[in-house]
């Protein structure tokens, strides 16, 4: 078996590692397929190599079917952190500002945590960063005004019920692997910055810098937890967290696009 010998940031490597296991206890309820962990130490991860290979249309809709019970293995509230870690997240864009796994929620609706915990704190990173102005900021600031104040509020899909759904939290394209198993070619998550949350923002951050046949993944998770109606007008709105940690993290022209995104919601 081969291995891949990841070295990082030790508390980083730590909150990856409680992630990939919690997402892994969904396998049992027939969740996406996560890489396994072979042996972890201070500021290192060994993992299983996944070989490359092509996605297929029957590959990506198993993974999207697989992420939907994912998904409805549920969290225990909106921001918890994985089990066994405690404090907040260390994050190239910040701390990401999660609680204990069993503590008492900070937050009981989605669109609270959203607006408080994932898009306000780094507004004023990005500012302070220069890659907001004041106007851009103020625009942040309506949309989480009106998260606040309920104007989108929306069910989760329908397996995940009225809780809060188990995220991997970070996943854009690349943090799906495209293996092969005994059964085909499928997709493999990797890299989780996993909490409690909505299930449209996974979704949505697959959409956002792309991953290969969306469609089928989507196709596939519609197939057994369809999502909740006007599903597609709420993309960018779920999409506005990443955007923002991008412009704190890297400037450039992700200010202006979180910014004409957020536009669409203020």
């Given at each position: 078996?081969?291995?891949?010998?990841?070295?990082?940031?030790?508390?980083?490597l730590r909150?990856e590692?409680a992630?990939?296991?919690w997402?892994a206890d969904?396998?049992?309820?027939?969740?996406?397929?996560v890489?396994?962990?072979?042996?972890e130490?201070?500021?290192w991860?060994?993992?299983?190599h996944?070989?490359?290979a092509a996605?297929?249309?029957e590959g990506?809709?198993?993974?999207?079917r697989?992420?939907?019970?994912?998904?409805?293995?549920?969290?225990?509230?909106?921001?918890?952190?994985?089990p066994?870690?405690?404090g907040?997240?260390?994050?190239?864009?910040?701390?990401?500002?999660?609680?204990?796994?069993?503590?008492?929620?900070?937050?009981?609706?989605w669109?609270?945590?959203?607006?408080?915990?994932?898009?306000?704190?780094?507004?004023?990173?990005?500012v302070?960063?220069?890659?907001?102005?004041e106007?851009?900021?103020?625009v942040?600031?309506?949309?989480?005004?009106?998260?606040?104040?309920?104007d989108?509020d929306?069910?989760?899909?329908?397996?995940?019920g009225?809780?809060?759904?188990?995220?991997?939290?970070?996943?854009w394209g690349g943090?799906?692997?495209w293996?092969?198993?005994?059964?085909g070619?499928?997709g493999v998550?990797?890299?989780p910055?996993?909490h409690?949350g909505?299930?449209?923002?996974?979704?949505a951050?697959?959409?956002?810098?792309?991953?290969?046949?969306?469609?089928?993944i989507?196709?596939g998770?519609?197939e057994?937890?369809?999502?909740?109606?006007g599903?597609?007008?709420r993309?960018?709105?779920?999409q506005?967290?990443?955007?923002?940690?991008?412009?704190?993290i890297?400037?450039?022209s992700?200010?202006?696009?979180?910014v004409?995104?957020?536009?669409?919601?203020?």
């Amino acid at each position: 078996m081969r291995i891949f010998h990841k070295t990082d940031d030790p508390e980083t490597l730590r909150f990856e590692a409680a992630g990939l296991r919690w997402l892994a206890d969904a396998t049992d309820q027939g969740g996406a397929p996560v890489v396994e962990i072979l042996g972890e130490g201070e500021g290192w991860l060994d993992l299983v190599h996944l070989p490359a290979a092509a996605a297929t249309a029957e590959g990506a809709a198993s993974f999207g079917r697989g992420l939907a019970r994912t998904h409805a293995a549920g969290a225990p509230s909106f921001g918890c952190a994985p089990p066994g870690w405690r404090g907040p997240v260390p994050r190239s864009s910040g701390p990401m500002p999660l609680h204990d796994h069993d503590a008492a929620p900070v937050h009981t609706r989605w669109a609270d945590f959203y607006a408080e915990e994932q898009i306000r704190p780094y507004v004023r990173r990005a500012v302070a960063r220069g890659a907001l102005d004041e106007d851009g900021a103020r625009v942040l600031d309506r949309v989480a005004d009106r998260l606040a104040a309920g104007d989108f509020d929306h069910d989760q899909p329908a397996l995940v019920g009225p809780r809060a759904a188990r995220l991997h939290g970070d996943l854009w394209g690349g943090n799906v692997v495209w293996t092969r198993d005994a059964d085909g070619p499928c997709g493999v998550l990797i890299d989780p910055a996993a909490h409690g949350g909505h299930a449209e923002t996974d979704l949505a951050a697959l959409d956002l810098f792309g991953v290969d046949r969306l469609p089928d993944i989507l196709a596939g998770y519609q197939e057994v937890s369809p999502l909740a109606q006007g599903w597609r007008e709420r993309v960018g709105l779920h999409q506005l967290t990443m955007l923002i940690m991008h412009a704190v993290i890297f400037g450039g022209s992700y200010g202006p696009q979180t910014v004409r995104v957020a536009r669409r919601y203020a």
